[in-house]
């Protein structure tokens, strides 16, 4: 059985497709993306703020609803 060899393109989305097209036809947009990442995430660790500690959730302290069963005669009347 011979093998076919086909061709196939990959898909890509519209979205994808325009944005592509858009940045072609509009060079300095790449400029200005790069000016954006550069403000959020180009950045050394030590140029980041710390985060905020973690809060831990508070022990137990002995209000927290506690189950009982009902009882016999408690169940006999329902």
């Excluded at 325009?18 to 403000?39: C, V, W």
């Amino acid at each position: 059985m011979k093998k076919r060899k086909t061709s196939v393109a990959p898909y890509e989305s519209d979205l994808t497709r325009f944005m592509r097209e858009y940045l072609e036809k509009h060079p300095e947009e790449r400029d200005s993306q790069k000016k954006g990442r550069a403000i959020w995430w180009d950045h050394s660790g030590d140029e980041r703020t710390a985060p905020e500690p973690a809060r831990h959730s508070p022990k137990a302290g002995g209000n927290e609803y506690l189950f009982e069963p009902l009882s016999e005669k408690d169940q006999e009347k329902k």
